[in-house]
């Protein structure tokens, strides 16, 4: 018997497999196979062969979350590794309503229900949002000197929907499938009527673990289901208590718009909550963010066995960020180190930064639940989590390519605009995230490869960090750059100060002191002319990178630093720097023993893309000039 081929699952190749096989059978070796009647059998095998065989290879593939393509399999398989995918996340923001009412009013409390609408416009759509929660108010001195009513609030944006269920005898533990394809399952809210007849109502807690639920525990929980569409379903008696035939379930959600609301800073209530004449005044505490579109395939395929990994417990870093990930949507990335790293120790802390999603921002109020509803019930009793929040160093580049005009038809300004393009890939992609690190050789790689035509490329870096502005009283500012630095680089841009009773426009550059090997000096000097107008006004350690600028005071920015910020530019060391985001260092006040990290894991290394203004002392952030040679 000749050898068989199993393997292929081409139709004309099986068909030509069996065509071979047969024809070394005794049987048939002076058959003509390619006859009418036989090519229509031997037609019939290969197709019923490729069928099987396709449809075993399409099976194989769904059964694992790696080669898995339709979603229904990766959140089936999800669902065994104890992992729900999120879904789309309504945006949030915070804002204080103050009713001033009309004098006919004679109430002392007040209440805003949750289902009150809020209007949010756009240029384009209009919005509705509504509070988290009913808030109640007494009457106080509002912020126009009146009293009145004072609701600072979260508001949810999306649409709120109600669906009621039956119990029946079939689906005492569910599941019950919610109809809307768009639910911030963050807001879902369970009710239970006992019947028609008796309308004594409960309200039953999600559970996303049933380390806490025994049979009593009236616990709902939440999975994704085959059709996309999410499911409530309830306890067993034995996890979780059972519904009864004849309850009535009510389950409200809100339908969400994702990342359609995000941004959006103006809210105006569109109801009376006195009397007619009453004044009301919306006061923004932070725009709507947050906002997000439902998990996807791939994001699914990475975080479910991590999470699994993890068995809903942190105890490594890589448990704390996949924990977060997963219950935590606002998340471009994120960096989690113990306190054991930082140098000297903090012992008995977990340090966490998170960089928002990209027009977003992690508030105080995020952080406390995730350090609440998310960290502690799950991880070591003594760790107490402690928030960083992330510090940009811009990272400015100066590049020449020279490339050669007789192979190429795209003009200088064409070079220069996609070698831009690559510049800024090359960040999205591999660099503006915490933990990322800046390497030289690689960007010069992409660079020289934006086209054949370029033959070499230099690339000159220059970096700076923002530091907030605290004026009219003298202030200590440290700046930590976390790498050696070039000597006599530093500078800064102009800010308004007062000397004696002068008022100056000034900047600071540093002065190599010679004297003390690797330390500088920090001086002040006149914007107009560059004479000094203040010696010794800082210190900068070439070798740490760390820059200390001593009781300067900042009467205001120039006029064209209208972020209110000082930043501060240097030179990384060498001719091809690396910048790098995985030292620790810490400091410590000498007035009070206490010991504060400074990590440089959260730093995110973001391109500098700022127009250049030589009157402030701001060079271009990217600067790209393309020159035609013939290569030699």
Do not use: C
């Not at 949810?156 to 929907?161: A, D, L, S, T, Y």
């Not at 060391?573 to 959260?602: E, H, K, M, Q, Y």
């Amino acid at each position: 018997m000749s050898q068989l081929n199993v393997t292929e699952l081409d139709f004309a190749t099986i068909k030509e497999n069996l065509k071979t096989f047969m024809q070394s059978q005794e049987e048939f070796q002076d058959y003509n196979f390619d006859g009418a009647g036989l090519s229509i059998l031997l037609d019939i095998l290969a197709y019923n062969t490729h069928y099987n065989a396709t449809l075993a290879h399409l099976q194989a593939n769904e059964m694992f979350i790696d080669s898995a393509v339709k979603r229904n399999s990766v959140t089936s398989i999800a669902k065994t590794l104890g992992y729900t995918p999120t879904s789309r996340r309504s945006a949030r923001a915070n804002i204080t309503l103050q009713i001033d009412p009309p004098v006919s009013f004679t109430n002392t409390s007040l209440t805003i229900t949750r289902d009150t609408p809020f209007t949010a416009k756009t240029a384009k759509n209009t919005y509705t949002f509504f509070p988290r929660e009913d808030y109640v108010s007494g009457l106080v001195i509002l912020e126009t000197g009146q009293t009145g009513f004072s609701f600072p609030m979260e508001l949810i944006e999306g649409k709120r929907v109600t669906n009621t269920f039956i119990v029946d005898q079939s689906n005492k533990s569910g599941p019950f499938v919610l109809p809307n394809g768009n639910i911030d399952t963050t807001t879902v809210r369970v009710r239970v009527q006992q019947s028609n007849t008796v309308t004594s109502i409960t309200t039953w807690n999600f559970y996303d673990d049933i380390v806490e639920v025994d049979a009593n525990t009236r616990a709902f929980f939440i999975e994704e289901g085959p059709s996309g569409l999410y499911e409530i379903r309830f306890g067993d008696d034995v996890i979780g208590q059972q519904l009864q035939v004849g309850n009535i379930v009510s389950v409200d959600y809100i339908v969400s718009s994702g990342t359609a609301a995000n941004s959006i800073p103006n809210f105006s209530p569109s109801r009376t909550f006195t009397a007619s004449g009453e004044t009301k005044i919306v006061y923004l505490g932070s725009a709507a963010t947050g906002g997000r579109e439902k998990e996807s395939v791939d994001s699914i395929r990475y975080n479910a066995p991590k999470f699994n990994s993890t068995k809903n417990r942190v105890v490594t870093s890589d448990d704390y960020e996949t924990l977060i990930r997963s219950r935590f949507g606002n998340i471009n990335s994120i960096a989690v180190w113990g306190g054991e790293e930082n140098n000297p120790p903090i012992y008995g802390k977990v340090f966490i930064s998170i960089q928002p999603l990209p027009g977003s921002i992690v508030s105080q109020a995020d952080k406390d639940i995730i350090a609440r509803d998310i960290i502690r019930p799950r991880s070591v009793v003594s760790i107490q989590p402690e928030f960083v929040d992330p510090i940009e160093t811009y990272i400015g580049l100066n590049i020449t390519v020279n490339y050669n005009k007789t192979i190429t038809s795209l003009t200088s300004s064409r070079i220069e605009s996609e070698v831009g393009a690559v510049v800024q890939n090359f960040f999205t992609n591999n660099v503006n995230k915490l933990q990322k690190n800046f390497y030289y050789s690689k960007l010069l790689s992409e660079v020289v490869g934006t086209t054949q035509s370029i033959f070499s490329a230099s690339i000159q870096v220059l970096m700076h960090k923002r530091i907030p502005i605290f004026t009219e009283v003298p202030e200590d500012y440290v700046v930590r750059f976390n790498g050696p630095l070039e000597i006599e680089t530093l500078k800064t841009t102009t800010f308004n100060t007062t000397i004696g009773t002068q008022e100056y426009v000034v900047y600071i550059t540093d002065q190599h002191d010679t004297t003390v090997g690797d330390n500088g000096t920090l001086v002040m000097k006149r914007a107009s002319d560059d004479v000094i107008v203040l010696s010794n006004v800082g210190t900068i350690d070439y070798t740490t990178g760390v820059v200390t600028i001593t009781d300067v005071l900042i009467n205001s920015g120039t006029e064209s630093t209208l972020d209110n910020t000082l930043r501060i530019y240097v030179e990384p060391f060498g001719d091809a720097p690396n910048i790098l985001t995985t030292d620790l260092t810490t400091t410590s006040n000498t007035s009070t023993a206490a010991v504060f990290p400074f990590a440089a894991r959260n730093t995110v290394l973001t391109l500098d893309t700022s127009a250049a203004d030589s009157t402030v002392n701001i060079p271009a952030g990217l600067s790209i000039a393309a020159a035609a040679n013939s290569q030699e």
